[in-house]
């Protein structure tokens, strides 16, 4: 069962700049397009780990915040268990979002002024459908899982950066969403922090079979995926799956393709 299908996705930026030579007015400006996404097409199954990969500008972020609802894409369409996201109104995308997709970002995106009971308990608080005791009961449950039980009194200056993304990862889960998109979650972590809070990911989909979708720059954080889609310039040019291969010999297979990738550069 496809939980994700991209159709033709494209996403075009336009931007306006002075011609050259001419006074700077908006008549005398010429519209400059960027194409972030290229006919994209591919399909994420429930419950697979699915890891975008790049270089930068390649589209990785771009094509996340389009599956998030975050962006709108100039052409094609996403639909996520069947619906259509790209034709959602705002509320309902609001809910769409709170009710099916849980979020870890790269720099947190924790509120510093609520302790982390409240920042995790924050979906909850939105969607208003739990009593008090229901929402305390499922944070301090989810706060186990991640290993945060012992933080819920304190506020996120008082934590460490791994446990900050922790809070993230926590509030993620907090409406038991089931797909998780993650960008970059480990990028302002050190590496043991980085391997617990991809440890922590993976146990979600091989353990809840949660479906996710990561992006990342690191053939070893790739390397914790069961495929990998590789984008350049805004479209999909490889795709590996893991299959039966180990973890380290999966990492080897991605170091392989991004260092082909790398050397077409230099030709």
Excluded at 246 to 265: C, D, G
Aim: proline share 3%; charged share 25%; with cysteine.
């Amino acid at each position: 069962m496809n939980i994700i299908e991209c159709i033709d996705l494209c996403k075009i930026y336009k931007r306006k700049e002075p011609k050259t030579g001419l006074a700077i007015s908006e008549k005398n400006k010429k519209v400059i397009q960027t194409v972030a996404l290229d006919k994209i097409n591919f399909t994420v199954k429930k419950g697979e780990f699915t890891i975008i990969m790049g270089p930068s500008g390649s589209g990785k972020s771009t094509l996340l915040n389009t599956i998030s609802t975050i962006d709108i894409p100039t052409k094609g369409k996403v639909l996520i268990n069947g619906t259509n996201i790209n034709k959602l109104l705002t509320h309902e995308i609001s809910n769409f979002r709170s009710k099916e997709l849980g979020f870890i970002f790269q720099n947190f995106n924790v509120l510093h002024n609520l302790t982390v009971l409240e920042n995790i308990s924050l979906p909850l608080s939105v969607s208003g459908d739990k009593t008090s005791a229901e929402v305390n009961e499922i944070v301090t449950e989810i706060s186990k899982k991640v290993g945060i039980e012992h933080l819920l009194s304190k506020y996120p200056s008082e934590c460490s950066g791994g446990q900050v993304q922790r809070i993230s990862i926590a509030r993620a889960l907090v409406n038991n969403p089931e797909l998780i998109l993650a960008d970059e979650p480990t990028g302002n972590l050190d590496s043991q922090n980085s391997h617990e809070i991809l440890s922590i990911i993976k146990d979600l989909n091989e353990k809840e079979n949660k479906t996710i979708i990561m992006v990342t720059h690191d053939n070893m954080i790739a390397s914790y995926g069961k495929r990998v889609i590789f984008l350049r310039d805004g479209k999909i040019e490889h795709e590996l799956l893991r299959g039966n291969l180990s973890q380290s010999e999966f990492f080897y297979k991605i170091v392989e393709i991004n260092s082909k990738e790398s050397r077409m550069l230099f030709k």
